[in-house]
């Protein structure tokens, strides 16, 4: 079946389909920075409440990405009808966003209903990125995971720093957060909807979940790949933290928001970068991923050398590039271990993992540090999750390789 399935991807591959992957991912990259840059100003701007109802309000965002793991379960088991597995979830997706996202724009009071509709609007994005994800691993052939991967991410990074440009200067010019919200809403629409065209491929055994789970956990290697996952996550301080840190120096906002920038530019050039590296550099995502995690120990500890706004710029625009190449080839890794049976479950549970570490560890970790040290400290104390990743990388080349993946063989690491 292994032979059957690579053989049914390699027949409907299209060089088109990397371009619709970054398209969706623009797509969501555009509008969930729009909203995590825009709701916080909103509630402490316009409602007029603290900085605690605003961390609330991107907390209810942020909840939806922690259960992916769901609509990923849905999506894989439930298919509908002749139209499979995929293609009506973004489809359903796509029609509930447009009146969802439009009501979310009129509101105006900060109570439950506000919370709720921002739980839904981001808990639909998170749905689409689980059934994209499953959809991606069901058509891509194991030469093209890569660059799919790379494709992914540096869409979601062209797409999150066009969102902050267009959503600020909205805001600085008519302050109309109205406006902005509908921007975001039309994007992502569009951009899921544009999925739509990949082609539809029908896998045997293609719903039972209970046999997909057993090949995923029936190798040690899933489960430690989880755990790098989750330490990679823990790891980024700098994705969530890097503003208190720029105001630890003094910045105001126009400056931490330029300084910033560089860092999400850094992650479409990483993301582009990593595509093209291993297109010539012959070696296993695992020793690549170990080479990566080096990089992030050695450049994070770094953010101590100096306050000045063109130093910090460039040493967010690197560190961006190093953080993102990882994320992709974490990614490719997930898709090599995620079988058709449970491509979308599977996928989102390292997504998710990740983003516990990301979510929930980082902002644990940093913000006790931060009653004790200082900003540039916790930076540099963080960067010890990325020494744990690289280790558990390094056992995982000394492991056998495993007998069997849903393409033929697991790789060899």
Not at 150 to 156: D, P
Request: glycine share 8%.
């Amino acid at each position: 079946m292994s032979e059957e399935i690579e053989s049914l991807r390699v027949a409907h591959w299209k060089p088109i389909f990397p371009i619709i992957q970054a398209f969706f991912y623009f797509g969501e990259g555009y509008s969930l920075f729009t909203l995590q840059l825009i709701v916080p100003l909103y509630v402490l701007n316009v409602i007029n409440l603290g900085t605690d109802k605003a961390a609330l309000a991107t907390a209810f965002a942020g909840i939806p990405w922690l259960i992916k793991i769901l609509y990923g379960l849905i999506s894989d088991k439930f298919p509908i009808g002749k139209f499979g597995r995929r293609k009506p979830y973004l489809l359903l997706i796509g029609v509930l966003a447009i009146p969802l996202w439009y009501y979310f724009s009129t509101l105006t009071v900060f109570n439950s209903t506000f919370l709720g509709v921002l739980f839904v609007i981001s808990m639909l994005a998170a749905f689409s990125d689980a059934v994209l994800d499953g959809y991606v691993v069901d058509i891509t052939p194991e030469e093209h995971q890569q660059v799919m991967q790379s494709a992914a991410w540096s869409g979601r990074g062209v797409g999150a720093l066009l969102g902050t440009f267009i959503s600020l200067s909205i805001l600085a010019d008519t302050s109309n957060y109205a406006l902005i919200y509908q921007i975001a809403a039309a994007v992502f629409i569009l951009t899921t909807v544009s999925a739509l065209v990949l082609p539809k491929i029908e896998f045997e055994h293609e719903t039972e979940t209970i046999s997909g789970f057993r090949k995923a956990f029936g190798v040690r290697q899933t489960k430690y790949i989880l755990l790098i996952s989750a330490f990679m996550g823990a790891g980024q301080v700098m994705y969530s933290f890097a503003s208190v840190l720029l105001d630890s120096y003094g910045f105001d906002e126009t400056n931490i928001s330029n300084i910033t920038a560089f860092y999400l530019i850094g992650n479409v050039i990483g993301a582009l970068l990593i595509g093209a590296t291993v297109k010539y550099v012959k070696m296993s995502s695992v020793k690549l991923l170990i080479i990566i995690e080096v990089l992030a120990i050695l450049w994070s500890p770094l953010a101590v050398v100096s306050s000045d706004g063109t130093y910090l710029s460039a040493f967010l625009f690197i560190l961006g590039m190093i953080m993102t190449a990882g994320t992709v080839v974490i990614s490719k890794i997930t898709m090599e271990y995620s079988p058709v049976e449970v491509a979308s479950t599977m996928f989102a549970l390292f997504a998710s993992v990740n983003n516990i570490g990301l979510l929930i560890v980082s902002p644990i970790f940093t913000g006790y540090l931060l009653t004790v040290y200082s900003p540039v400290v916790v930076v540099v104390l963080a960067s010890g999750w990325f020494v744990l990743a690289a280790l558990l990388l390094w056992v995982l080349t000394r492991m056998e390789e495993p007998k069997e993946k849903q393409t033929g063989q697991f790789p060899a690491i």
